[in-house]
């Protein structure tokens, strides 16, 4: 049972434009969730967090969309970079309910064009 | 800022052999760690949650006497893969959990071949 989903496996975007990815849960009991940016055989690196109290997040190049009603979050990135390739999961937790564990997306694979 | 540090960043062994994978948080202090495992092109999969001082919990599937997670101290666990086997082969990654504040730090993985 998948309850974070990235349904677009890849992204091929154009250097300057903006990146917009994509993600939907099940589980309306999620209440915190969290963006990584991933080289292969590298660990996640944390990009930006938005708790569910708040539609919008921003930090820099880097906003994060949560449209609760829908179960949908996005991650903007503007204006894209050609380091930004890389692939990018979306995460979710039940933190309220102090549940620390952290459920992934499949990941997404941008690829910036220079 | 925080760092975890998880070595080694690949091994490979033989099969049958037990592999201990160690993950240090070098500049905090982690009361709570988790293991995952990612196959190719694949999401990460929590394996187990290690707090300090307590026995590790375990997600569903996973098999506690084959994945050893030992927590002894607030800036150190590991984790022994026992008697592997060559579908073993993947890549293992922790995650620390700050004290304070909520972030969650991974170590950069570690590659294991199981031959």
């Known amino acids: 049972d998948q309850q974070v989903k990235q349904n677009s496996p890849s992204l091929s975007v154009q250097e300057g434009r903006i990146s917009i990815l994509n993600c939907d849960y099940t589980?309306?009991?999620?209440?915190?969730f969290l963006w990584y940016k991933k080289y292969p055989a590298e660990g996640p690196t944390f990009l930006i967090s938005?708790?569910?109290?708040?539609d919008k997040n921003e930090d820099g190049r880097f906003t994060v969309f949560l449209n609760k009603s829908a179960k949908h979050l996005s991650l903007h990135i503007v204006p894209s970079q050609p380091g930004d390739s890389a692939v990018y999961f979306c995460?979710?937790?039940?933190?309220?309910?102090?549940?620390?564990?952290?459920?992934f997306g499949t990941g997404t694979r941008l690829t910036i064009i220079p | 800022g925080a760092v975890v540090s998880q070595h080694p960043s690949w091994v490979i062994c033989k099969s049958g052999t037990s592999v201990k994978i160690e993950c240090r948080s070098l500049?905090?202090?982690?009361?709570?760690m988790f293991w995952y495992r990612q196959f190719p092109k694949q999401s990460l999969m929590l394996m187990a949650t290690?707090?300090?001082?307590?026995?590790?919990?375990?997600e569903q599937g996973v098999e506690k006497d084959k994945f050893l997670i030992n927590h002894a101290s607030l800036t150190l666990s590991t984790l022994t893969v026992t008697s592997a086997h060559p579908e073993d082969s993947s890549f293992y990654i922790c995650?620390?959990?700050?004290?304070?504040?909520?972030?969650?730090?991974f170590g950069s993985g570690t590659r294991l071949t199981v031959v």
């Open positions: 995650s620390a959990r700050e004290t304070r504040g909520y972030g969650y730090t």
């Open positions: 589980n309306s009991m999620f209440d915190y």
């Open positions: 938005i708790s569910s109290i708040k």
């Open positions: 995460a979710a937790n039940r933190r309220t309910f102090g549940n620390e564990k952290l459920t």
């Open positions: 500049d905090f202090q982690a009361t709570t």
């Open positions: 290690s707090n300090e001082g307590s026995k590790a919990t375990y």
